[in-house]
């Protein structure tokens, strides 16, 4: 059973638009929800993450919202590039034990 | 001045062959990770350890042995090779008791012919 459920599975945007990308929970019990970004050949690494006692976090041109009652999150991407273009996976933690991931959004932004 | 390193990056092999994937960190952390990234992206967790210690042991066949030999070290040896084990390995560590953040490899992408 798939803990995190992620889409799109792809998404197309012209640079300069807003890039969202959708994630659902199931365990109320995840206190720690972060996003990741993949480049071909690459590791994951960390982009941005939030706890559930705050509905929002904001780094750059990157937001996190997150919607505790309806146990959903979403990153937005604002004036998105064509160096934003990776796969992004949300994912969920209970202290930090096990990260669940989600399926991952191939980002394509068009020059 | 790689935080997670992890070798081979590529390996292509004959079914039925042994192989081992080796990771190094350099961070401090006391927590290492294998996850396995199959052909759909999709990343899914194998093994876990804490201080040397395996603390989480996923649904994983038992061809499938890690070993770490101290803190920094996190070795995936893989016994009777199938097609399915064809997929990318990424080696992860952590610090349980501070952020908490994954920090990837790059890494080992294994094929299974």
């Known amino acids: 059973q798939q803990q995190v459920k992620q889409s799109p599975q792809s998404l197309i945007v012209q640079k300069g638009g807003i890039s969202i990308i959708n994630c659902a929970y199931e365990?109320?019990?995840?206190?720690?929800f972060p996003w990741y970004q993949q480049f071909p050949g690459k590791g994951p690494a960390l982009l941005i993450a939030i706890r559930p006692d705050v509905s929002e976090k904001k780094e750059g041109r990157f937001t996190i919202s997150f919607n505790k009652s309806a146990k959903q999150f979403s990153l937005h991407i604002m004036d998105s590039q064509p160096g934003d273009s990776a796969t992004y996976f949300c994912a969920a933690t209970y202290n930090f034990n096990k990260f669940y991931f989600g399926s991952g959004t191939k980002l394509n932004v068009k020059p | 001045d790689t935080a997670v390193s992890q070798t081979p990056k590529y390996l292509v092999t004959q079914m039925g062959n042994d192989k081992s994937i080796k990771c190094e960190q350099n961070?401090?952390?006391?927590?290492m990770y294998w996850y396995k990234q199959d052909s759909k992206k999709f990343l899914k967790i194998m093994f876990s350890?804490?201080?040397?210690?395996?603390?989480i042991n996923e649904t994983v066949p038992n061809r499938f042995s890690p070993k770490s030999p101290d803190k920094a070290h996190l070795n995936l040896h893989i016994n009777s090779l199938e097609l399915g084990d064809s997929a990318v390995y990424f080696c992860a560590s952590s610090h349980m008791q501070g952020s908490g953040e994954l920090f990837f490899g790059e890494g080992s992408r294994l094929t299974v012919l």
């Open positions: 961070l401090g952390h006391d927590t």
């Open positions: 350890y804490n201080n040397k210690e395996l603390i």
């Open positions: 365990n109320t019990a995840f206190d720690y």
